[in-house]
């Protein structure tokens, strides 16, 4: 798995497709507690229709290199490591792929208020996620504040090694309805195991306010982008209304539900989720 140094953090990142593709290249931002393997489905998918795409580990709580003491782990900080992430790799006219955290960081890196320099990003794709002020939304606002402290941090991720909490509501369990047990252990891992990682988790969750995105999505309809808004309709935390006012807040914007899928659409539908980043690419 290649390597990148950035100014502020280094990062792993998985890359499929060919390298001479003359598609808009895809990059992908996942997750709280999540990394770039949840992409792999949809990653494969691309590839095979020749689109190159990248995912990286965000420094989310499931990285395997913690950042540096003076980082910026709040979202806009985040939204500028992504942009970071295009500048050195030298992608242009990108495809963003955002889904549950993930995708209310891609709005922070499109908010044409903010100094987050997104001229690389051509078009965006927002699967079930954060938006408005739900950031997170119910249930993870019960389980988000315990994870704000390194001693609450150690404590919920090392339960979390339990396999059955881990699959649970309390877990992972309503993000998806094909949901590998082995693939959620190796993303609680990280928090677990290494306290560079869980002081990294324990300083994004302290930076996570609703209030912030809330903003943010005022300015939503000044986005100069195609936007893609897909949604899984069997999701219990992102709900389809969640997904339906997020897609009117854009000015040049497609709804697209997607039947029986819950939050994590690269799990639950990968045919779905890449024909739509096919589609968007293409107009």
């Known amino acids: 798995m290649p390597t990148i140094e950035l100014p502020h953090a280094t990062l792993n990142y998985h890359v499929a497709g060919p390298a001479d593709s003359t598609a808009p290249p895809v990059?992908?931002?996942h997750p709280v507690l999540a990394d770039?393997?949840?992409?792999?489905?949809?990653a494969d998918r691309l590839a095979a229709r020749g689109i190159r795409s990248y995912a990286p580990d965000w420094p989310l709580g499931s990285h395997r290199i913690p950042l540096p003491d003076d980082a910026d782990q709040s979202p806009l900080g985040v939204a500028r490591l992504i942009t970071d992430f295009l500048e050195a790799l030298d992608l242009t006219d990108v495809t963003l792929v955002g889904n549950d955290t993930g995708g209310a960081l891609c709005q922070f890196v499109v908010d044409p208020a903010s100094d987050v320099d997104a001229s690389r990003v051509g078009r965006l794709v927002l699967a079930n996620c954060d938006a408005f002020d739900a950031f997170p939304p119910f249930p993870f606002t019960l389980v988000f504040p315990l994870l704000r402290s390194e001693a609450g941090a150690k404590v919920i991720a090392g339960r979390m090694g339990n396999r059955l909490l881990?699959?649970?509501w309390l877990g992972y369990g309503l993000l998806a309805k094909n949901l590998p047990a082995e693939l959620t252990r190796s993303w609680i891992e990280p928090c677990r195991t290494d306290a560079g990682v869980r002081r990294d988790t324990v300083r994004l969750l302290q930076n996570l306010d609703p209030a912030d995105l809330l903003d943010v999505s005022t300015r939503l309809r000044d986005v100069k982008l195609h936007v893609t808004v897909i949604w899984g309709m069997a999701d219990r935390a992102f709900r389809p209304s969640l997904g339906r006012r997020l897609h009117a807040a854009f000015t040049d914007a497609e709804f697209i539900p997607v039947k029986g899928a819950r939050t994590l659409l690269a799990l639950d539908a990968p045919d779905e989720l890449t024909d739509a980043?096919?589609?968007i690419a293409g107009r």
């Open 27 to 29: 990059v992908f931002v």
């Open 36 to 42: 770039g393997t949840l992409w792999a489905p949809v």
């Open 166 to 168: 881990r699959q649970s």
């Open 277 to 279: 980043i096919v589609a």
